[in-house]
């Protein structure tokens, strides 16, 4: 389609008005998830406080675990906007809505992950689940169930990734193919090991959703897209177009290379690998 030098001119005025509205939405989103963190400190230096003074251990998974709503409301422990626990298990809410979403009828739905779920119905389970009752998915349609897992993501007071992984995800584009492979891997050795059990079972299950992507319309890139932006952000700066991007690309590469996902530890992260030599060698 040919366009005059006017509608070329409007294109453009209409391309840089949406940069903006992006760029400003991201800024505020970052700057909301800094307020976040900054009141989950500090609720983690009360509870600090409290297990000086008292002797508990509140930090324990299974103390969490054990804990009824009330308590884990004086705590200041919630499932949403709060930490990862320090056992190597997949967070319940992760299990439940991989659980839920791994059903051919569910895995399949066109746009899952990039479709909206229900506000109402995504509120109402975050208040289930922050007090302690049991959420039946059920009752709520696919794209709602997958909103609830991002949302999570989004709102852990250290991202999945953590806050270290952000100088390389932001800075993707600036690394070679070659050195690529190294990276990944050091930072999967360096993530806790909480973090490391709940995104491999994010990315194994992705993978799933990739290879139904002639249903889903979902391939790792439109994944990694809406996903990758809920994985790591800065502690202290604003993120630009440009990271987001970056970031987005590191997520796509992580997906499209599950075999960095293959030991359940990343204690053995760092696995041997064959040369094209055919020399076994450890990374």
């Known amino acids: 389609m040919n366009l005059t030098r006017k509608h070329k001119k409007v294109v453009a005025v209409l391309l840089s008005s949406y940069c903006c509205k992006y760029y400003v939405l991201c800024s505020r989103t970052l700057a909301n998830k800094k307020k976040r963190h900054d009141k989950n400190m500090r609720g983690a230096q009360s509870m600090v406080n409290i297990t000086s003074t008292t002797g508990m251990n509140y930090f ?3 103390a969490f675990s054990d804990c009824t709503p009330a308590a884990a409301e004086v ?36 746009g899952l992950f990039r479709t909206s779920g229900n506000a109402m119905d995504l509120k109402r389970i975050k208040e289930c689940y922050n007090t302690g009752q049991v959420v039946d998915f059920k009752q709520y349609n696919s794209h709602t169930v997958a909103a609830v897992m991002k949302t999570y993501l989004r709102e852990l007071t250290i991202p999945l990734l953590t806050f270290e992984s952000y100088p390389t995800a932001s800075q993707w584009s600036d ?10 891997r050091k930072l999967l050795e360096n993530i806790p090991a909480s973090h ?35 994985l790591t952000w800065s502690r202290t700066t604003s993120t630009t177009l440009a990271d987001i991007n970056n970031i987005n690309s590191f997520t796509q590469y992580l997906l499209d290379h599950p075999h960095f996902f293959e030991r359940p530890s990343n204690t053995a992260v760092s696995a041997t690998t064959t040369t094209t030599e055919g020399e076994t060698v450890v990374s």
């Open 75 to 110: 705590l200041g422990y919630r499932v949403f906007g709060g930490f990862l626990s320090d056992s190597d298990t997949v967070p319940p809410i992760i299990n439940d809505c991989i659980r839920h979403l791994s059903d051919p009828a569910h895995i399949r739905e066109e």
């Open 60 to 62: 324990n998974s299974t």
């Open 196 to 230: 490391y059990v709940c995104l491999r079972a994010l990315v194994l299950f992705l993978n799933q959703v990739v290879a139904e992507c002639s249903y889903n319309r979902m391939d790792s890139q439109n994944l990694a897209i809406v996903i990758g932006p809920n």
């Open 175 to 184: 690394f070679s193919n070659d050195v690529r492979d190294s990276l990944c």
